[in-house]
């Protein structure tokens, strides 16, 4: 494998395929710039004062970690002067955040949950940066959030970082999905997977167990027959892994394949599900279909939700395709 730069890989993508317009290469590198700090401040720990909580609450009534705010503030910064976005929207800000009127604005939307996983920071397992990139309608004077309120199949890019062992940014623009690592002495990110495949067939599921007596009876199926077992209608043994960092378990899954799952449950009928479509299902959906995988709310294909929230929530079986199919075919 050729050692090649994020950005001679933007460069070369754009000159071979097209793909890629010049606002949107900037875009990437500039995010992947506000990764590689994000990166940096999350590496201190205790040693910056940065672990712990604040006293606040995002938009989803959870306590905001430190570093959710920090790395929000990063990402805004980052993006705000570059005249490549018309506005942003994270899972930390209760309203998107439109380009202030002293920088250009850009035909971009950038969505974003800037620290995903955080409750695994305090404990220093790996956590993540989700983004999604999508078009904003063209001609008009003022970003409102249902401008947002786009299917997941209307992105133009996604991706995340993974700030683990070593610190991944993994992005697809529709063309493969493609990972660099970050060569800390080079302070760049390097190609060092093209074209990742997930396995259409697994031996591994990921779902927080915990909450097994609060799902739907197509889910309880589809997991007995998992522990079942070799000697069950599986005929195979399974293994399970759970990091409860998205991030981690996608990435893992996107490495060796798998099946992870965050379905509805009984505590709150009225939520879909944990976890957000417009920066986390929608994002990992089209790198996961990218990839060869499949990703359902148990009954559709995610990436066709029409959105009507910003903040909505949605069930997520994503990974190994046949896995998949299996799980949904139990819903219908
Ligand atoms: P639970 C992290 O808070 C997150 O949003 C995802 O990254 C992760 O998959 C999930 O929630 C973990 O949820 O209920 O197992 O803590």
Request: glycine share 8%; with cysteine; hydrophobic share 40%.
């Amino acid at each position: 494998m050729r050692r090649i730069t994020l950005t001679r890989f933007l460069i070369e993508e754009q000159r071979h395929k097209g793909v890629i317009q010049s606002d949107l290469r900037l875009l990437i590198e500039v995010v992947a710039r506000a990764c590689k700090a994000i990166a940096i401040a999350i590496g201190k720990g205790n040693l910056a004062d940065v672990l712990g909580s604040n006293a606040t609450e995002n938009v989803q009534g959870e306590v905001q970690k430190k570093l959710d705010v920090i790395s929000n503030e990063i990402l805004l910064e980052a993006n705000e002067w570059g005249g490549h976005l018309a506005a942003m929207a994270s899972e930390e800000m209760d309203h998107p955040y439109v380009i202030p009127h002293r920088y250009p604005k850009g035909e971009y939307l950038l969505l974003f949950d800037p620290l995903d996983g955080s409750s695994n920071i305090d404990v220093n397992v790996s956590v993540g940066t989700i983004f999604s990139v999508l078009q904003c309608p063209e001609n008009i004077d003022h970003v409102e959030e249902h401008h947002f309120l786009q299917a997941g199949a209307k992105q133009v890019c996604a991706g995340y970082a993974v700030y683990g062992p070593t610190t991944l940014l993994v992005l697809t623009l529709g063309n493969g999905v493609h990972c660099f690592t970050l060569d800390r002495e080079l302070g760049s990110f390097v190609l060092t997977e093209s074209n990742l495949r997930i396995p259409e067939e697994t031996k591994e599921f990921s779902i927080n167990m915990s909450n097994m007596r609060h799902w739907e009876p197509p889910v309880r199926r589809y997991i007995d027959e998992l522990l079942a077992g070799r000697t069950g209608p599986r005929g195979k043994d399974f293994n399970m892994r759970w990091v409860a960092s998205m991030v981690a378990d996608v990435h893992r899954i996107l490495t060796r394949g798998g099946i992870f799952m965050y379905p509805r449950d009984a505590r709150e009928p009225g939520k879909p599900g944990k976890l957000r479509l417009m920066y986390e299902a929608n994002p990992m959906s089209f790198i996961v279909e990218q990839a060869g995988g499949a990703s359902t709310d148990g009954t559709q294909r995610i990436l066709d939700i029409q959105p009507t929230e910003l903040h909505q929530r949605v069930a997520v079986f994503l990974g190994s395709k046949n896995e998949v199919e299996h799980v949904t075919a139990y819903h219908r």
